[in-house]
């Protein structure tokens, strides 16, 4: 490994004696204070490790977000309400956790490849059984279990991804990883407008069963982490071990992920109801727009994925929580269409833009031993933690108007992100196992 410039020395130098950094680094392997940003991690494959986790990430999107557009016609066909069917998507989300933990511990024993496998052929199943179902009760039980391999997928993909990843790349791939969740709602309205209006809800969640093939190439051209290989546990006491010395640093980045689940979904989830109410937009408008923000979503996250590389996690995601902030106005209170499509365009550009860091971010925060299951458990605790919002967003546009929550909320979230984003830690191209990989 090359000597350190004085730049990067001082960087590392900060890193190590910040208080923030105080998190335990016990258990499996060590968090390595080793930098090298030339490193090759992905030299076994890591290209057909990054594509399987992105499509893996992306067809799990693609997945939920079919019953987001298909909600009223479940609804009407199951003689239900919306909101009786919406409860499906609470149901989906409180049991992301729960698979997170159960896939996380799998692969932290036993591997990433077997546990990505597994669960790409379970939640590909639960979908097309969710086209099957013939009942109310049976589709509520089928979309909780859904949520458990919703909530797998990410932490096992992203930590196979990290793993594979050259250290050099490892932010723009993590922004190309994270906006898979981006592409997914694309892919789900291009199959909303395509299938439905022929074929009606069901057959939308058999094309949702592809994930299954995706295993079989997983199966056939993705090797193990050679990182796992190297600093596996030897048991489940040991394991649980590791977990338990790392609670410091699972508490900071639950938090974190707190923070990045209210950013989005404080400036996400009211943006179609109030572009029904403050600017009277039909289904399809709505449906065209918030589409269109997708797209300056995984440009954002690509953007401050590879700025993230130059300048330091922290430093992009800081970076684009305050050029939301600065947003806001446009956003909330735009004067034109025009203005309030280029508003919704450029925050979702800020707001993935942020996201597009974290697969890096936070593996790399992470122990060896224990990023398959601490990065994708604080993910799912992190997405509960900040469920209310979107309720407490509502009350408070009871009261006010929609334009005034959302703007009030996004700045609040926005700064709220930015203090916990700097007041923790960074391993910014820490090596990964330990040394570089020939």
Known sequence: MGQRRPREAAEAQEDETSPATSVSQHGGAALNGSRDRTADHGAGGHRAAILASFLGWTLDAFDFFLVVFALTAIAQEFHTSDAAIALSITLTLAFRPVGALLFGLLADRYGRRLPLMIDLVFYSVVEVLSGLAPGYRSFLALRALFGIGMGGEWGVGASLAMEKAPTRLRGVLSGLLQEGYA????????????????????????????????????????????????????????????????????????????????????????????????????????????????????????????????????????????????????????????????????????????????????????????????????????????????????????????????????????????????????????????????
């Not at 929550?405 to 930015?418: G, P």
């Open 183 to 438: 592409a997914g709602y694309l892919l789900a309205a291009l199959c909303y407008f395509l299938v439905f209006p022929r074929f009606g809800w069901r057959p939308m969640f058999f094309v949702g069963g592809l994930p299954a093939l995706l295993a079989l190439y997983v199966r056939a051209n993705v090797r193990e982490s050679e990182v796992w290989e190297r600093t596996r546990h030897g048991s489940w006491a040991e394991l649980a071990r590791a977990i338990a010395a790392n609670w410091r640093l699972f508490c900071y980045l639950t938090l974190l992920m707190a923070t990045l689940n209210a950013v989005s979904h404080g400036t996400q989830d009211m943006y179609p109801t109030f572009l029904q109410r403050d600017w009277g937009f039909a289904p399809s408008g709505r449906a065209a727009l918030t589409a269109l923000s997708m797209v300056g979503a995984i440009v954002g996250g690509i953007v401050f994925g590879l700025g993230s590389d130059r300048v330091g996690r922290r430093a992009a995601m800081i970076a684009a929580f305050f050029g939301g902030l600065a947003l806001v106005p446009v956003w909330a209170f735009a004067p034109s269409l025009v203005l309030l499509v280029c508003g919704a365009v450029a925050m979702q550009f800020m707001v993935q833009g942020a996201w597009g860091v974290i697969p890096a971010h936070i593996s790399e925060l992470s122990p060896d031993g224990v990023r398959g299951f601490l990065p994708g458990f604080a993910y799912q605790c992190g997405v509960l933690l900040a469920s209310l919002l979107v309720y407490l967003e509502a009350l408070f546009a009871a009261r006010t108007s929609y334009a005034t929550s959302m703007a009030m909320t996004a700045a609040a979230v926005f700064v709220l992100a930015a203090v916990v984003t700097g007041l923790g830690p960074e391993r910014r191209g820490v090596v990964f196992g330990g040394k570089r990989f020939e």
